[in-house]
């Protein structure tokens, strides 16, 4: 059976505590992957957990700050499992016109997308390479990486960086046995975006896109599945885009 490789093995999932994080802990738990779920406010993980766990599945809770490199050891450490599959999601978006952009806004997104991810991502590594198994690690990028929209500068610049520093760490590490993937979600409807996207200007936005409909999250089961099995064991470094045409639609 397609992913049936996936039973038994074990997955740490970042800004896990609702939404798409969320969504792919449970996908995960669904299949036999032990997960622990990791983000910075403790109480909506233990709650995120529950889910994992009547869903049938096996959850732990972490409390995880991912820009910081102390916040990341400790969590990891108080995890004490050795990750066959990182799950790199967590993120901000960040908004507002780019020449009035206060540089702690830009910090903060740059921080937690961008160096979050590396932090996370070196440290899952050092495990992998230390446990001799290799792994699958999936950094959560955007279509932003790839083409700009307005007024998101400091989130277009994190993720086109995500999916640069995607290449360097899997031309780094494949001899390590350890695959290092992006995926690029086009707008997806979630309980945070659906008031928006359910008014005009956001229905302006949505007929732009070619398949002229939000995604769901359901729709990136798929990519995401193949990329942390065995289903994936030849891709590595790449960066597959699940958008409904949207970076295909002309300017």
């Known amino acids: ?57 096996s959850a732990q809770a972490v409390q995880m700050d991912v820009a910081d490199s102390a916040s990341v050891a400790a969590a990891l450490a108080e995890a004490a499992v050795d990750f066959d599959i990182l799950i790199n999601n967590a993120g901000i978006s960040g908004a507002g016109r780019a020449v009035d952009l206060e540089e702690a806004e830009w910090d903060g997104v740059l921080d937690t997308n961008l160096k979050g991810t590396f932090l996370v991502a070196q440290a899952v590594a050092r495990g992998m390479r230390e446990a001799g198994r290799g792994g699958a690690i999936v950094n959560i990028a955007s279509i932003l990486g790839h083409r700009v929209a307005g007024n998101v500068s400091a989130y277009a610049a994190s993720k086109a960086g995500v999916i640069q520093l995607t290449k360097a760490l899997a031309l780094e590490w494949a001899r390590d046995g350890i695959r290092v993937n992006a995926l690029c979600p086009g707008y997806i409807e979630t309980a945070i975006n659906r008031d928006f996207f359910a008014s005009e200007a956001g229905q302006q936005l949505v007929r732009r896109i070619p398949q002229r409909r939000l995604g769901q999250p359901r729709e990136l089961d798929g990519a995401l599945l193949l990329l942390a099995s065995a289903a994936g064991s030849y891709i590595t470094g790449s960066s597959i885009e699940v958008d409904g045409g949207h970076l295909v639609s002309s300017l």
């Open 1 to 57: 059976m397609l992913f049936e490789d996936l039973k038994g093995k074990s997955a740490l999932v970042t800004g896990a505590s609702g939404g798409l994080g969320l969504h792919f802990a449970e996908l995960l738990a669904r299949h036999g992957v032990a997960v622990v779920l990791a983000a910075r406010r403790k109480e909506a993980l233990e709650e995120a957990c529950v889910r994992v766990a009547a869903a049938g599945g």
